[in-house]
């Protein structure tokens, strides 16, 4: 398998990191239950009550080497390759600022902000979860926590919830591995690597696979769009939610002002593309090679999980903890 490189980027990934975004970037709902109940039937009955210092607070969605209190958000800064900047096309920095205003949703321990993660042997690293829909979070976090308590662990996953933290802070945590401790670890300063995937709803990635044969393929995140639908500065629009996208198409239209179906515009096709994959070519200095490489592009949230992503935090969410987690 071929290690992707980013010498023309400061975001560093070792070999160990890239491998990982190519082999396990993204999940959907199902695998991630599947693998939670693997997990669990080996799983020790130890418990997390430790805090840490260094959080990411829902609206503080730094870009990469920003501070967060009294402690530093160790991220590497930021970098366009040089051939993109001379040619304009879409940089890694406007990806992630675009992706600022999009919510996904964690299972992290509600009294210190640990993530629950899921660590193989075999694979050497433990892996978290960014779901884009909430109600997909809910469900495997509701699936896991009977499952515990049916199998004589409840307690846990008695004070696990979930929390919301922006893509662009996922996007940082699938792309840059990150060392954190767990509730296992019993030599003092002893740290286990993690990484985050990405994952789409269930109805998301059937919407995909009926327009490209390569989404049955798992560990990929749809992102759709299409090529003429654009913003007021010719950025391509891009939607997690392809009912979303011809919803917006439609009112742009004037469809839904009342115009009979001879004035109404026919939507061209929509187009599908993994969001992984997206990353990787900005990252290898392929952007060009995109279809919408020229003008940029921004991403567009879903408004539920805007609404759900408040609701949170009006409710007081934990606040997502970079440093620890719960294996």
């Not at 433990?126 to 509701?142: H, I, M, N, P, R």
Request: with cysteine; aromatic share 8%; proline share 4%.
């Amino acid at each position: 398998m071929c290690l992707w490189f980013l010498i023309l980027t400061a975001l560093l990934l070792p070999c160990a990191s890239s491998l990982a975004l190519k082999k396990h970037g993204t999940k959907n709902v199902r695998d991630t239950v599947r693998d939670i109940h693997h997990h669990q039937q080996q799983h020790h009955q130890h418990h997390c009550a430790d805090t840490a210092n260094v959080n990411i607070s829902r609206r503080n969605a730094l870009m990469l080497g920003g501070s967060i209190g009294s402690s530093t958000f160790l991220f590497p800064p930021v970098a366009v390759a040089a051939n993109d900047e001379q040619q304009n096309q879409l940089k890694l920095s406007d990806l992630l600022t675009s992706l600022q205003k999009v919510p996904t949703f964690c299972i992290v321990n509600s009294k210190n902000g640990a993530a629950y993660m899921l660590y193989k042997p075999g694979e050497g690293f433990a892996k978290g979860y960014a779901f884009f829909d909430y109600s997909g979070a809910q469900a495997v976090l509701t699936n896991a926590q009977e499952t515990a308590e049916k199998g004589g662990y409840g307690d846990v996953w008695k004070d696990a919830t979930l929390t919301s933290i922006p893509a662009d802070i996922a996007a940082r945590l699938t792309l840059a591995p990150r060392q954190r401790t767990s509730q296992k670890d019993t030599t003092p300063g002893a740290t286990s690597t993690s990484i985050l995937s990405f994952v789409p709803s269930e109805k998301e990635r059937n919407s995909a696979m009926k327009m490209e044969k390569s989404f049955k393929e798992q560990g990929k995140c749809p992102v759709f769009y299409l090529s003429e639908f654009r913003d007021d500065n010719g950025k391509q629009l891009l939607y997690f939610n392809a009912k979303t996208l011809i919803e917006d198409w439609n009112k742009q239209s004037g469809v839904e002002n009342g115009e009979s179906n001879a004035e109404r515009k026919i939507p061209p096709r929509i187009q599908v593309l993994d969001l992984v994959t997206i990353f990787q070519y900005v990252l290898r200095g392929r952007a060009s090679e995109l279809p919408f490489s020229t003008n940029g592009a921004v991403f567009v949230p879903e408004a539920e999980a805007l609404k759900k992503a408040a609701d949170l935090k009006a409710a007081g969410m934990a606040t997502y903890n970079t440093e620890r987690m719960i294996v």
